[in-house]
C-alpha cells in the first residue's frame, strides 16, 4: 500500500522512536473490508514493549495521527482503523499517473543488480515443446518485472546443441538426408532422420558404431563434422527464430551447451583438487550424502562429460562473466532435482555465491488431461499453435470490427497475447490445461478481454477529446472511483511482490482485477457526461489506460488501442 510508510513514520514519531519504522510498516494491515478503513494497525505487538493494554495503546495513539493523508481515525478494540483523505490521494495517484506515464510503478530496489535468466532453452534439431513455450513466457515476464523493479536482466538461452544425438544425426544424414529438405523445413527434417536412425539401428548395430564415431569426430574438431553440426544449428535456429519474432522475445546471449565445450576441464580440476570427486562404476562422481541428494554424475566412464558438467561451467561462467547478483533457472519442475544437484554441488565446492541461484521451476501444460506432446504422429510445431490462435484472433476481429485498419497486426497481438496470458494467469506450479477456445474467449479471465477493456478505454478517451491540462482542476469526490483509485495505488506494491516471489500470475491476477473494476466503474458512471466531474473521469480513464497497458507488457503483450 501506497501510505503505508507515511502512517509508518507517523506511529513512529508518536512511539518516541521506540520501535524501528520498517517494523511498524510491516505491521500495516489492509482490512478486509473497506468500512474499516484503509490501513489498519494491530496494537498487539506494542502491549509487551509498552506493558499496557493493546486498545488502551490504540486509543493513546489515535490523538496522535494527524496529518492530511488521513482524514480519519477510529479505535475498534486493538486497531487503529485509518481513512484515507480519498480526495488528496485520487489526485495524487492520478497525477502522478498522468506524470510518469509508463513509469509509473518502477522501482529502485534492484540497483541496477545483474540478473542471469536461464530460459526457453530449446534443443536443436527438436521441435520447440510447451515445456520451452512456458520457459520462454514465464522467463520474459520475470524479466521485465525484474528490470521494472530496478535490476540488470540478461537472458541466457542455453540451447542443447551438443551431445552424443549429434553423431547419430549426422551418421543418419549421411545416409538418408537431402540437403533442400532440411532447408525447407529444417526440424521437420531432422527429427525424422533422427528417428529413423533408431528404427534402423535397432536391426543394423553397424549404426550406433557410425553415430559414436562421427560424435568423436565432432568433439575431436574434424571439419565436415564441425560444419554439419553448425548447420544443423543455425537451420534450427533460424526455426525457433519466427517463434521468438512472433512474440516479441529478444536473448542477450546463445551460449548453449557446446558453448562449455572448452570450459569443463577446469570444472573437473576444481572439483578434482578439493577432493570431490569419487569413482563409482568407473565413473566419476560428486557424492551428495550429506545433502541426501543422489550424486551428480560428473564424468562417463567412456570421459565423456554430462548436463551437469556443462551446467557447472556455466553457472562459473555467469559468476565470472556477468557478476549477477541472482541467477534464475526457468525450467520445468521434472529438473529439480539437477538443480539441486548443481546449487549443492557449487557449495561444496566452496562458490557460496551458489545461494543466489535459483531455480524457477513450473507445472506441465495439458491436453485433455495428458502430457501435450509436440509430436502425435506428425509434427506439431509450436508455430503452428501461435498460427492458429492468430487466424482465430483475425476471425473474431472480422465478425466485431469489419472496419478496423490494421487487423492483421491486432490479430497478431490478441492471438499471441492470448496464449501469453493463458499460461501467466495461473501460478506457475500449476499444470495447464491447453485450450485455444478457452484463451480466446472475450470474457473472463482472459488475453482477449484485458486487451478488450484497454482498447474500449482508448476509446472512451477518444470520444471524450481527452487532454492533460494542467490548469484544470478535478472537480470529484472520488467516492465511485475510489475502488478503482485504490487498485492503482496498489500496482508498485504488486509489481513488487511479483519480482520477490518470481511470479508474474501476480500482476496477471491485478491486471483482471482492474478490469473488472473498470468495467464496473463504467456500467455504473455516465463517465462522458458534460458536467464538472468529467474532467476528473477521464482522467481516471486515462490512468487506468495506462496502467493495464504496463501491466500487459510486464507480461509480454501488446495492447492494441483499437480492436
Ligand atoms: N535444453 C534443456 C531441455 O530442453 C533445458 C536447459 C535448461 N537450462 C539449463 N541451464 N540446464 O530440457
Redesign the pocket.
Known amino acids: 500500500m501506497y501510505f503505508k510508510k507515511e502512517l509508518a513514520e507517523i506511529l513512529f514519531d508518536a512511539l518516541e522512536g521506540e520501535i524501528p519504522v520498517q517494523d511498524l510498516e510491516r505491521l500495516i494491515e489492509k482490512p478486509k473490508n473497506s468500512e474499516h478503513g484503509d490501513l489498519a494497525f494491530p496494537c498487539f505487538t506494542l502491549a509487551k514493549v509498552k506493558k499496557k493494554a493493546p486498545s488502551q495503546i490504540a486509543q493513546e495513539l489515535s490523538g496522535k495521527i494527524q496529518s492530511d493523508t488521513f482524514i480519519k481515525v477510529e479505535v475498534v478494540g486493538a486497531y487503529l482503523n485509518v481513512f484515507l483523505n480519498k480526495k488528496l490521494v485520487a489526485e495524487q495517484v492520478i497525477n502522478e499517473i498522468i506524470a510518469q506515464k509508463g513509469d509509473y510503478g518502477s522501482q529502485k530496489v534492484g540497483q541496477g543488480g545483474i540478473v542471469t535468466i536461464?530460459?526457453s532453452?530449446?534443443?536443436i534439431a527438436?521441435p520447440f515443446?510447451m515445456?520451452?513455450l512456458r520457459?520462454t513466457v514465464i522467463g520474459n515476464s520475470i524479466s521485465l518485472i525484474m528490470e521494472k523493479c530496478g535490476y540488470k536482466p540478461i537472458k541466457?538461452n542455453?540451447?542443447?546443441d551438443w551431445g552424443t544425438q549429434f553423431g547419430k544425426l549426422i551418421a543418419a544424414y549421411k545416409r538418408w538426408g537431402d540437403v533442400e529438405k532440411v532447408k525447407q523445413n529444417p526440424i521437420k527434417e531432422l527429427l525424422a532422420l533422427y528417428v529413423k536412425f533408431h528404427e534402423e539401428a535397432e536391426g543394423n548395430p553397424v549404426l550406433e558404431d557410425e553415430g559414436r564415431a562421427w560424435f568423436k569426430k565432432l568433439e575431436e574438431g574434424d571439419i565436415e563434422a564441425l560444419s554439419l553440426w553448425q548447420w544443423f544449428r543455425d537451420e534450427s535456429l533460424k526455426e525457433f527464430s519466427r517463434i521468438y519474432d512472433l512474440m516479441n522475445v529478444t536473448f542477450d546471449s546463445y551460449a548453449?551447451?557446446a558453448f562449455y565445450n572448452d570450459k569443463m576441464d577446469r570444472v573437473v580440476k576444481i572439483l578434482m583438487e578439493k577432493q570431490l570427486l569419487t569413482e563409482s562404476d568407473q565413473a566419476q562422481v560428486v557424492l551428495l550424502e550429506e545433502e541426501q541428494l543422489p550424486p551428480c554424475l560428473i564424468k562417463k566412464s567412456d570421459g565423456a562429460t554430462l548436463?551437469a558438467t556443462?551446467?557447472l561451467a556455466?553457472a562459473l561462467y555467469r559468476k565470472e562473466n556477468y557478476q549477477f547478483v541472482q541467477s534464475l533457472?526457468v525450467?520445468?519442475h521434472e529438473?529439480s532435482l539437477?538443480?539441486k544437484q548443481?546449487i549443492a554441488v557449487l557449495k561444496k565446492a566452496g562458490f557460496d555465491w551458489a545461494e543466489e541461484m535459483v531455480h524457477i521451476p513450473f507445472g506441465m501444460m495439458l491436453k485433455d488431461g495428458k502430457k501435450m506432446s509436440t509430436r502425435k504422429g506428425k509434427v506439431v510445431l509450436l508455430e503452428e499453435v501461435l498460427k492458429e490462435s492468430i487466424a482465430i484472433a483475425r476471425k473474431n476481429i472480422e465478425e466485431k470490427n469489419p472496419n478496423l485498419v490494421n487487423k492483421d497486426e491486432v490479430a497478431k497481438q490478441v492471438g499471441v497475447g492470448a496464449v501469453i496470458f493463458h499460461d501467466l494467469k495461473n501460478n506457475r506450479m500449476n499444470d495447464i490445461e491447453f485450450s485455444l477456445e478457452e484463451m480466446l474467449r472475450f470474457e473472463g479471465e482472459t488475453g482477449p478481454y484485458l486487451q478488450y477493456t484497454y482498447a474500449r478505454a482508448c476509446s472512451i478517451l477518444r470520444k471524450g477529446n481527452w487532454q492533460v491540462t494542467l490548469t484544470e482542476k478535478y472537480k470529484a469526490s472520488w467516492e465511485k472511483e475510489w475502488k478503482v483509485v485504490s487498485m492503482l495505488m496498489n500496482f508498485s506494491n504488486v509489481v513488487n511482490r511479483a519480482c520477490e516471489n518470481y511470479d508474474p500470475s501476480q500482476v496477471a491476477k491485478y491486471i483482471v482485477d482492474l478490469a473488472q473494476a473498470f468495467n464496473k466503474y463504467y456500467a455504473e458512471v455516465k463517465v462522458l457526461e458534460e458536467n464538472e466531474e468529467r474532467y476528473a473521469r477521464l482522467a481516471l480513464v486515462y490512468s487506468v489506460t495506462v496502467v493495464i497497458k504496463e501491466g500487459l507488457r510486464l507480461l509480454g503483450m501488446e495492447a492494441p488501442e483499437e480492436m
Open positions: 536461464d530460459m532453452s530449446p534443443n527438436k515443446s515445456g520451452h520457459s541466457i542455453h540451447l542443447g548453449g551447451e548436463y556443462r551446467d556455466a533457472y525450467v520445468g529438473q539437477h538443480f548443481l
